[in-house]
């Protein structure tokens, strides 16, 4: 399968600080997505974005497929930004999502 | 609203019990999937289900099985075989199946803890 590294593995932000947060993956993808996971466990998708840049509010990401990485960018962090951030990913030929092992994010006030 | 409903959310069992964890979507999404998250790992795939009446072996199914008798409905069921089910399990669905699956969509979650 498809490896799956993320990093840095614990980040500790001051509220208002930014910070990226990284995904490499080993092999060609089609398929790939960022996802927050609240204290309660649920995942939230946050983009889905196999090649390219997107934005949404304080959170954007950029996937370069060619050079299979993926930037996470977080500006202004709340503490509400606090949880773990999995990436994961999916191959032109296999059968699953990949999943790396997250980024657990604190933001204390 | 759409979504992707499982139940129970918390689960106790003793051990040598089977039981069946609830998963209903109506996304009206052809792909369904169960994963498993143990502390402080990602999410690992148990089975998955891309039609009705057909589903595949994940790289952790061992101990589980599915069934899919409706597009809506996907059940598993944690049976006495497997060796360390208390977990944190996770559905999902996707408008297709792999390999170009499109977005993947979550419920929230059924934690099983064996007593």
Partial sequence: GIQVEQSPPDLILQEGANSTLRCNFSDSVNNLQWFHQNPWGQLINLFYIPSGTKQNGRLSATTVATERYSLLYISSSQTTDSG???CAVGGNTGNQFYFGTGTSLTVIP | DGGITQSPKYLFRKEG???TLSCEQ?????????????PGQ????????????????GDIAEGYSVSREKKESFPLTVTSAQKNPTAFYLCASSIRGPPNTGELFFGEGSRLTVL
Avoid: C, E, P
């Fill in chain 1, 84 to 86: 773990v951030y999995f």
């Fill in chain 2, 42 to 57: 990602g999410l690992r795939l148990i089975y998955y289900s891309q039609i009705v009446n057909d589903f595949q072996k």
């Fill in chain 2, 17 to 19: 019990q089977n039981v």
């Fill in chain 2, 26 to 38: 109506n996304l009206n999404h052809d792909a369904m999937y169960w994963y498993r998250q143990d």
